[in-house]
């Protein structure tokens, strides 16, 4: 038997736009435009931020002072924009290429760093922000979240939780477990998916046969929204309003983000042996900054000296991650087993043992 929805049964394929590739605002009128000037201002320092961050987490790997780095170039707006209208409380599960995201929550670079230096986990200090540690296994932070929020629900909170996750990770088995789970328990949970058009090597269009990743939404029982990637403000104003839904106790919603990753997939990747510079060079013209830099100098909130903070502010940040990861304390390993439960089990007091007596014999 068909159950009663208001959930809407359509999913509209164009994307959300608030602001053209012109930097001029278009005839969207559905979503505000309507934010403070220092929000507007804050919106565009933590998008340059971001892709400075970004570009000396790469040095740094080429460096070798990190293992490895997913480099967010291009998807700056997606990000910042979807971050930036959350709670501190409302809980975030990054899968591992959002430093915008981590940015615009407060988690210093260098905590970033060291993890993917792998001389720390890197995950406590995640967690004091409400922000869960890196998912590498694709898609299993999804689970976390729908959890999560299924504990806000029952505690009777009013927070939300976000997870994050590529188009890639919308064909992982415990994507649709997740989505289904959430749809069922109407549960303050907001799937958001940056579509970057790739997942390593595989296009999006082989990655589904549905028309687009956000008409999923429909077999769940939960709205879908295709917004553009590459508008902070319009990944800003749709992202509120499924948040403002789910914390009214209106249940999930599934947010496809269409952007584009400018680099590779990670530092060990080149793109250049499955996609062309054509596609490329489509997206560059996109690019989110210069975008939203447009729109502040169309309102007359650019000048000079803004540009200058934040070029000031990038610099500072990118000294700081350098000395955080050059500077990098030795792992302490007892964290290994401390760090798991508020009380250490006898299990795994056996395994710290057992590790401290064979460093010992290794020193
Ligand atoms: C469960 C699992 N399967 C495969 C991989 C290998 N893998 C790492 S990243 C990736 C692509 C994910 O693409 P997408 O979800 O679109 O995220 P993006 O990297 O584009 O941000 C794959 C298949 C993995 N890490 N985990
Ligand atoms: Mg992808």
């Given at each position: 038997m068909a159950r009663k929805s208001q959930t809407p049964m359509t999913v509209d394929l164009e994307p959300v736009q608030l602001v053209g590739p012109d930097g001029t605002p278009t005839a969207e009128e559905r979503y505000s435009r309507d934010l403070s000037t220092e929000t507007l201002c804050w919106l565009y320092e933590m998008m340059v931020v971001t892709r400075e961050l970004d570009d000396e987490f790469v040095n740094l790997q080429r460096q070798g002072e990190l293992a490895l780095f997913t480099p967010c170039r291009g998807q700056e707006a997606a990000q910042v924009g979807a971050a930036a209208?959350?709670?501190?409380?409302d809980w975030l599960f990054p899968q591992y290429r959002e430093l915008g995201v981590y940015l615009v929550r407060g988690i210093p670079p260098g905590h970033v760093g060291a993890a993917w230096r792998g001389s720390w986990h890197g995950g406590l200090e995640f967690t004091t922000k409400c922000c869960a540690p890196m998912s590498v296994p694709v898609g299993t932070q999804t689970l976390h979240a729908v959890g999560a929020a299924m504990a806000a629900q029952r505690l009777g909170e009013d927070s939300v939780t976000v997870a994050f996750l590529g188009d890639g990770a919308t064909s992982e088995g415990d994507v649709h477990e997740a989505l289904n789970l959430a749809g069922v328990f109407r549960v303050p949970c907001l799937f958001y998916v940056q579509n970057n058009q790739w997942a390593i090597s595989t296009p999006v269009r082989k990655q589904?046969?549905?028309?687009?990743?956000?008409?999923k939404a429909i077999g769940y029982g939960m709205p879908g929204i295709r917004v553009d990637g590459n508008d902070v403000l319009a990944c800003y104003a749709v992202m509120a309003e499924a948040a403002a839904r789910a914390r009214a106790g209106n249940g999930p919603s599934l947010i496809e983000a269409v952007t584009y990753r400018l680099g590779p997939h990670t530092t060990a990747d080149d793109p250049t042996r499955y996609r062309d510079q054509q596609e490329l060079d489509r997206w560059l013209a996109l690019d989110p900054i210069p975008r939203f830099r447009r729109y502040l100098q169309g309102l007359g909130l650019w000048s000079q000296s803004l540009e200058d903070r934040v070029a000031a502010r990038s610099a500072g940040q990118r000294a700081e991650l350098r000395d955080a990861v050059f500077d990098a304390p030795d792992f302490d390993v007892d964290e290994l087993f401390t760090?798991?439960?508020a009380h250490i089990t006898p299990e795994l007091e056996a395994q710290r043992r057992q590790l401290r007596a064979e460093l010992a014999r290794t020193e």
């Open positions: 209208c959350l709670r501190a409380t589904t046969a549905a028309v687009s990743i956000a008409h760090a798991v439960y």
